[in-house]
């Protein structure tokens, strides 16, 4: 069974930092191409940052240079480190495939950042 579970959240001053992690099951990083991605309520759920099968990597114009997609394919992990924050990064993250799969859809990791 195809399971993600994300972790690393919490509260955060403005500018400051955090790591979330996406633990997956079975091969499913090395794979395939994975996503994190941001919901708030009022807002559809978008793309923060991607990364391919051969590493390449992209990221959502609000996030770029502050935030970075990587993975560790040994420990079928996903993860995004996010620096100077800012209070419009608070959402609910997840990671996922990419493009997405309705199925996979975990919980999530709440990340709110305080002015």
């Known amino acids: 069974q195809v399971q993600l579970v994300e972790s690393g959240g919490g509260l955060v001053q403005a500018g400051g930092s955090l790591r979330l992690s996406c633990a997956a099951s079975g091969t499913i990083v090395s794979i395939n191409s994975m996503g994190w991605y941001r919901q708030t309520p009022g807002k559809q759920r978008e793309l923060v940052a991607g990364i391919t099968v051969g590493g390449s990597t992209n990221y959502a114009e609000s996030v770029k240079g502050r935030f970075t997609i990587s993975r560790d394919t040994a420990k079928n992990t996903v993860y995004l480190r996010m620096n100077s924050l800012k209070p419009e990064d608070t959402a609910v993250y997840y990671c996922?495939?990419?493009?997405?799969?309705?199925?996979?859809w975990g919980q999530g990791t709440q990340v709110t950042v305080s002015s």
């Open positions: 996922n495939l990419h493009p997405s799969r309705s199925a996979y």
